[in-house]
């Protein structure tokens, strides 16, 4: 099994879904545990952060913005998101 297919794996079975609030716990390294993205600056300030999943990525992780309606601003990986 692949890097990016373990990650895939937890991804579905993480319980995280659309809609979901979440907080951000903390940074990830680009491309760690199979994550298929690079982590930029910007997305620290989430970090310690309720937000909401707005888009599922698969395996470039959850699209996540301020609210429900939001467009996602970053996409996190599901290993550094807690389900609220």
């Known amino acids: 099994m692949t890097e990016q297919e373990k990650y895939l794996e937890g991804h579905r079975n993480c319980g995280i879904k659309v809609g ?10 680009s491309d760690e545990g199979g994550w298929d993205n690079v982590w930029v600056g910007q997305m620290g ?5 309720k937000v909401f999943v707005v888009e599922d ?18 996409s996190y990986p599901y290993f550094v998101l807690e389900k609220i």
């Open 20 to 29: 979901d609030q979440v907080r951000v716990t903390r940074r990830a390294e």
């Open 57 to 74: 990525f698969g395996v470039m992780g959850f699209g996540v913005g301020i609210n429900k309606r939001s467009v996602w601003n970053f």
């Open 45 to 49: 300030r989430w970090v310690g952060k």
